[in-house]
């Protein structure tokens, strides 16, 4: 197999650099964007000038605020980041057509073989650099490797605003020094196993054979034996279809009226309708979460032979699936709403809604 490129690009302090691009009195300032702190909200991310503080992703806001009181405390606007997101996924394109987007702001880029730049994935990295910051005011960071594992690696290596190559005959040194928390697929609970085992890192997974690995790990010690030798041959893939679109909210109170709780499920249904239907899905199944404040958590499913189209088709099965929960006798936390089952509008035989004149 010919040795590939393989660029991955993640925006520096994502939803913070935006809304600091959007609003100059927040530059160089601590601002944290999230739930709010004096509730049960949690920190989706922050500036760089809050990390200083300690402050993280996935922390209680709560905490962030004690960590720095005089920070800007920021609701996410997901509108504005997702037009930046495909304002960033068309210059990927650009170059090439081997796209595969992670997350609104990180994509891994195949541009092997991309003619122009002389071929080397280096300088396409930082033209796409350049082309970001002039098109958004945006930094985004750049990884440069001969796998998705490593680009990955690369781009962390040298934020914000990076560009980090880590050459094939580089590639296993890096791996040696990395905890294994940070291996591909390797979770917090394989992260406890391995460490039970006294492998803390990349250079520790050396010592084990592939058969030890596997009768540890099942299938997947077969990849981490890979992946410590710096070897990594999954595809970039530009078209993953969908599998399930949901969305779900945690209160700042626990709510106990089911009536209360039927609306906000309409609210979340209708809201993931229309992202589905924005993207031509049409969904034979939705399912409910239920999250109780002793968050114990049950899930309630219902798959249709029709596909649900409108919020009247959501309404009843919402109901119906809310009642076999214990919402009534015990108070709720979070709820959730997701449709999955997932047929092309075309195939059911709807007009996919922003298709062009077929001219
Ligand atoms: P990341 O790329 O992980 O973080 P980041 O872009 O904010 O910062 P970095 O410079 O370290 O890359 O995530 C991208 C966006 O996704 C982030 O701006 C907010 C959102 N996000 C959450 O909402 N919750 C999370 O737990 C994380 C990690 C990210
Ligand atoms: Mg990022």
Known sequence: MRQRKIIHIDMDAFYAAVEQRDNPSYRGKPLVVGGPHDGRGVVATCSYEARRFGIHSAMPSAHAYRLCPQAIFLRPRFDVYRAVSRQILAIFHQYTSRVEPLSLDEAYLDVTGVPGLHGSATLIARDIKRNIRTRTGLTASAGVSYNKFLAKIASDLD???????????????????????????????????????????????????????????????????????????????????????????????????????????????????????????????????????????????????????????????????????????????????????????????????????LI
Not at 220 to 238: F, K, N
Not at 263 to 288: F, M, N, Q, S
């Open 159 to 357: 934020k914000p605003d990076g560009l980090y190559l880590i050459r094939p005959e580089e590639g296993p040194r890096f791996v040696q020094s990395l905890p294994v928390g940070r291996i591909h697929g390797v979770g917090p609970a394989t992260e406890a196993r391995m460490r039970r085992l006294g492998i803390e890192s990349g250079g520790d997974l050396l010592r084990w054979s592939v058969s030890e690995l596997e009768q540890h790990f099942g299938k997947a010690g077969r990849y981490y034996y890979s992946l410590a030798r710096g070897i990594d041959e999954r595809p970039v893939v530009s078209h993953r279809p969908r599998k399930s679109l949901g969305s779900e909210t945690t209160f700042p109170g626990d709510l106990e009226r089911p009536e209360e709780m039927l609306d906000w499920l309409e609210r979340l249904g209708c809201e993931v309708l229309d992202t589905a239907l924005a993207r031509g899905l049409l969904a034979h199944t939705l399912t409910i979460k239920v999250k109780y404040a002793d968050f114990r958590q049950v899930t309630r499913s219902h798959s249709r032979p029709t596909v649900y189209r409108t919020p009247e088709d959501i309404r009843p099965v919402l109901a119906a699936l809310l009642v076999r929960t214990q919402a009534g006798s015990c108070p709720v936390r979070l709820l959730g709403v997701t449709l999955s089952g997932f047929v092309p509008a075309v195939v059911a035989g709807e007009r996919a809604p922003m298709q062009l004149p």
